[in-house]
């Protein structure tokens, strides 16, 4: 029988006395029970879609927070705490701040056309170094955000590359290793949209407007101290695990509402979880499902439009769907939900927390700006601390959806979306690259292929535009892993020896769901499963040797070491 997230963790040996601290229980209403994963669809009655009145969900305008920004010129883009900023409850929050033409952007979504040269500089604010990794876009290692070019307190890095990946929905972060999720947790992240022909012919076909029909949606899971303040407190179960909110904000906010007309809308969801892992359902207040069609993923329109009723969505993950809102009638809802699933927490009997680090002091959107503060926030036993988190297979809402008008709306999907670009090299019959993922009892940290991150090393060598095959291996008794590899995309072959809540998707005989289609930079890697992934390596064909990176995207995995330097000769 699966255990309970907590079952995992007290085998895992919760019993060390390194108690979990600084977070505060908001209510959480739509938080359920974890129902089995085995019947994830019959469940979804469990979450209901009528919400009590809500804020609106934020929607990027011409500035401010998530706004549309185009550079015109070199960009500075200043990473610092802001006051006030956080919709949800008007706590502080870092956040890169740009200005341009007099307007005022924080985490803008930048919106380029493919072609054109990007040209920013980071300016580091915070009492700490970092870095910004342009998460799925094409540039060169050393523009990329490898940590190594990491950028001390008051420094600044310069970024200058032309753009040429296909129109998609990509990101930016930061990447300073030991660093990143907190920083990207206290909210230094956001949208990197690109723009081509294709794009904007499916853009005009289909009337759709980004910033009000298309629609680019951060979610991400917080904790908050008594006063609404995000808390980031990792235990040493939390650094082992991935740290778990006590509820989900929805381009920051608090269960939001999107008020719709009965037309096709056009959602770009991003993952910017640490560590927390969706099954993404659309639900109406009679508790079925609402089917939508997926368009695009981690790389870009897909090639045919995939109907689906749900889908998984790791961290760093990005999917973009069609919502077809016509059937509706005026006043009539639907939520965006989290489906019940299992989420395989379970399958690490006997680890043990020998080695574990401490648990690190709570910190808050202020400890890491400049100004004579510390970087640290006290540690603290308050009450709220012992908050526990929000079920990450529980059936939950996220986002209300209200159609509140009718509008006359006729365009039709078309059957075929777009063309992928052919691959550099074929790849010819071989042993792959096999990358176990698994834990190191004795260090208490997970690793890839048995090893952790070390700057200086490269343990994983290929060479341009020659073919490469590799599996990701996930341990029988492990928990989920997004794999990311920066700099490249790659195409899912196959999944082989998947649990059964992953199998039942399947769209083709390889086993591959609908969300491996198309082009990849991250792939959720399940327990017991092998994943096989073609990466190519001679697009782009960057100039002289490359170093990039490969980790898990659970970034607390990532910051306790779970990555490796990938040499590209």
Request: hydrophobic share 40%; proline share 8%; charged share 20%.
């Amino acid at each position: 029988m699966p255990h309970s997230r907590r079952e995992f963790l007290a085998l895992a040996g919760k019993a060390s006395a390194l108690a979990l601290v600084g977070a505060h229980l908001v209510d959480s209403p739509l938080a359920g029970t974890l129902v089995d994963g085995l019947r994830p669809l019959a469940a979804l009655a469990a979450v209901p879609a009528s919400l009590p009145a809500s804020a609106p969900l934020p929607l990027p305008g011409a500035e401010g927070l998530y706004g549309l920004l185009r550079p015109e010129a070199e960009l500075t883009l200043a990473a610092r705490s802001v006051p006030g900023l956080l919709p949800a409850t008007g706590a502080a929050m870092l956040a890169y701040e740009a200005r341009q033409g007099g307007r005022l952007w924080r985490n803008p979504i930048l919106v380029l056309q493919k072609g054109q040269e990007f040209r920013a500089r980071l300016v580091n604010n915070l009492a700490e170094p970092t870095i910004i990794h342009w998460h799925g876009v094409d540039a060169d290692w050393r523009q990329a955000g490898h940590p190594s070019y990491a950028v001390e307190p008051g420094g600044r890095y310069d970024y200058a590359f032309p753009i040429t990946n296909r129109a998609g929905t990509y990101w930016y972060h930061p990447h300073p290793h030991g660093l990143t999720a907190r920083q990207s947790y206290l909210g230094l992240a956001s949208f990197f949209l690109v723009r081509d022909a294709e794009e904007e012919a499916l853009s005009r076909e289909l009337d759709l407007t980004l910033g009000a029909t298309d629609i680019p949606i951060v979610l991400q899971d917080k904790r908050f101290d008594a006063h609404g303040g995000l808390v980031y407190a990792p235990s040493a179960d939390d650094l082992l695990m991935g740290y778990m909110g006590t509820e989900v904000l929805a381009n920051g906010a608090r269960r939001p509402t999107l008020r719709a007309s009965t037309r096709l809308y056009r959602l770009r969801l991003l993952n910017g979880c640490t560590a927390r892992i969706f099954n993404l359902a659309f639900v109406s207040t009679q508790g079925g499902k609402r089917p939508f069609l997926l368009i695009g993923n981690d790389g870009g329109l897909l090639e045919t439009p995939q109907r689906l009723e749900q889908l998984f969505l790791a961290p760093g993950e990005r999917v973009e769907l069609l919502l077809d809102l016509r059937g509706l009638r005026p006043g009539e809802e639907l939520a965006l939900a989290n489906a019940p699933f299992d989420p395989m927490h379970n399958e690490g009997a006997g680890h043990g927390a020998h080695g574990a680090a401490p648990a690190s002091a709570p910190v808050s959107a202020t400890a890491t700006t400049g100004g004579g503060h510390s970087g640290h926030a006290p540690q603290s036993a308050s009450p709220q601390s012992a908050a526990p988190a929000l079920d990450e297979g529980a059936a939950y809402s996220i986002l209300r959806i209200l159609v509140d008008r009718q509008e006359r709306y006729d365009r039709t999907v078309p059957a075929r979306l777009s063309t992928l670009p052919a691959a550099s090299a074929p790849v010819t019959p071989g042993a792959p690259r096999r990358f176990e993922l698994a834990l190191d009892r004795h260090a208490n940290r997970w690793t890839i292929a048995g090893l952790v991150f070390d700057m200086d090393a490269a343990p994983v060598v290929v060479e341009r535009r020659a073919p490469e095959a590799w599996e990701f291996i996930g341990a029988t008794d492990g928990m989920p892993h997004p794999m990311h590899l920066h700099g490249y995309f790659f195409r899912v072959a196959a999944r082989r020896g998947s649990p059964r809540q992953v199998l039942q998707r399947a769209v083709d005989a390889a086993g591959r769901l609908a969300t491996d289609l198309g082009l990849k930079d991250t792939v959720l890697v399940w327990p017991g499963e092998t994943v096989e992934v073609v990466p190519d390596f001679g697009t782009p064909n960057y100039p002289g040797e490359q170093t990039f990176l490969l980790h898990c995207h659970n970034l607390e995995h990532e910051d306790q070491g779970m990555m490796l330097n990938v040499r590209v000769r």
